[in-house]
């Protein structure tokens, strides 16, 4: 190579190398501003709300927050960008609510936020008509309970929870029941609560997902059959760690005019105080006659609308059959949305995320990585019935270092039906490559003048010596890479050649790359 860094005989410059992998993929920058905005942006309590967000950093943990309490936890995607939907929560009180999107949660100096605004209307009420002034005093009332009937006529099937129901087996977390031609799956089991139960002496409670309280999120009620309308009782033992009241809301998801996607139908909602309160009040949705139900949902939520971290209870659960028919069963709809597709991934850790969408309900999920499965769970939303996320740890043993990887996670619902997503990606593993020596050689003709003394050698140390331009130099390197790997790898290596004068950098050339160095085993000096 021609060496140009000098242009006077006794300009001095001297050389550097930087070492790295050959880039197979460049990784975005991340965006500068991060925005929020949401629709629609006003809406009754229980309103699905589509929050779309763009210039967040990619990878990080984020959140979706409502007035400062999460609603929605996952992984932002590589393109700092995304669309979700989050349901405004029950017993939000009417007027401006801040919806915000939270990312590298937790306050450090990498923290973004940003939000927008949302404005709860009350759901309009008719206005009641006052009776007559009665000519005479009336008597003295008797006392009697909170709700003494759901309104759901006399064709309502009734589960009281203590008669047999006729399980069948779970899935997806859900245990069976039945009542008369209605199938249902619920995410409870059976207790005996200390507080008094609207029928017999059991209840049905949210599961018990954690070490102390509930799974922290709503009883979900899956209808196999078509579903006019349901109600049920609610009332709760004990909340010593919340304040206020409490309020219980029954969202209904199904499908309009029997067709269409899922979508919420109708909401009910009652309040009560954080203390120990008997099965006596009610919750009821009937939808519009052309309209069918699917799903419920029953949630239990503070002042603040936070979900309460006790159990929720449910009594004497009634059901209106439907002869409007559910349309068509869809396949699942799968999309792995990290990491995404072709990327290459830097670390110890790789870790895959997916969305799986479906209208019914799924039965499985699995995950796997160049066809060896993986151990997955999915986790359903707690405001969208039709929405499941799947968060699966890679070993890296699985993954072929510098090579495609094919990574893929798939579902089968309830009838059946299977989706998939594939992704390929290039995992890179850590490692440590250190320059231990750089050697520059001139080819020389004639003398030096200042080269003393004057049969200095022509083999020069490349931080100590003057070097002479426009005349052929070779520079050889000595670089150490500490790789950890426990099989024979191609490690793929580029080198640039810099050159320094008085200190300050000169323009770089280049080198030709090296040879794909293969690894025969963990550290190796060439």
Known sequence: MQSKFVTGPRSAFRFAILIGLLATQAIAAAPSYASVNVSPSSGPPGTTVTVNASGFAPGSNAEIRWDGATLDSFTMPGSGSFSRSIAVPGGAGAGGHTISVCNYCGGGEFEEN??????????????????????????????????????????????????????????????????????????????????????????????????????????????????????????????????????????????????????????????????????????????????????????????????????????????????????????????????????????????????????????????????????????????????YTVAVNIPVSRLRPFLPNIANVGARDTSGQRGDDTITLIYEPPFDAQVMGIEVTQGMRGAIPWRDPPDAPTSLGAETTVHVADRKTVVRVYPWIDFDFTTDTSLPLTAQLFGFRDGVPLPGSPLHPLNSIVLPSPGWTL
């Open 114 to 387: 940003a939000s927008a605004g949302f404005n709860v209307t009350s759901p309009a009420t008719p206005k009641p008509t006052e009776p007559p002034t009665p000519t005479l005093p009336p008597p003295t009332p008797t006392p009697i309970p909170v709700c003494t009937d759901l309104g759901l006529g006399p064709e309502g099937l009734v589960i009281d929870f203590d008669t047999d129901t006729g399980a069948r087996g779970d899935f997806a977390g859900l245990k069976a029941f039945d009542a008369g031609a209605i199938h249902i799956f619920m995410e409870v089991e059976i207790v005996s609560p200390s507080v008094a139960v609207r029928s017999g002496s059991q209840a049905a409670q949210s599961q018990q997902g954690l070490e102390f309280g509930s799974a922290l999120r709503p009883i979900r009620i899956l209808f196999t059959d078509p579903v006019q309308a349901v109600g049920m009782f609610v009332g709760l033992e004990a909340a010593p760690e919340a304040r206020g009241l409490i309020t219980a809301t029954l969202t209904a998801y199904g499908y309009r005019a029997g067709a269409g996607p899922v979508v919420v139908l109708g909401t009910d909602r009652v309040s009560f105080p954080a203390a120990p309160t008997d099965l006596r009040h009610c919750l009821a949705v009937e939808a519009a006659p052309v309209d069918v139900l699917t799903w419920a949902f029953v949630e239990y939520t503070d002042s603040s609308g936070t979900s309460i971290a006790e159990p929720r209870l449910i009594d004497d659960m009634t059901i209106v059959p439907s002869d409007v028919p559910f349309p068509p069963d869809l396949p699942p709809v799968v999309e792995i949305t990290e990491p995404e597709d072709g990327v290459r991934v830097i670390g110890d850790e790789v870790i895959l995320r997916a969305t799986i969408r479906d209208d019914r309900a799924l039965v499985v999920a699995w995950a796997g990585v160049n066809d060896r499965g993986l151990s997955v769970g999915t986790s359903p939303s707690a405001v969208d019935p039709t929405l």
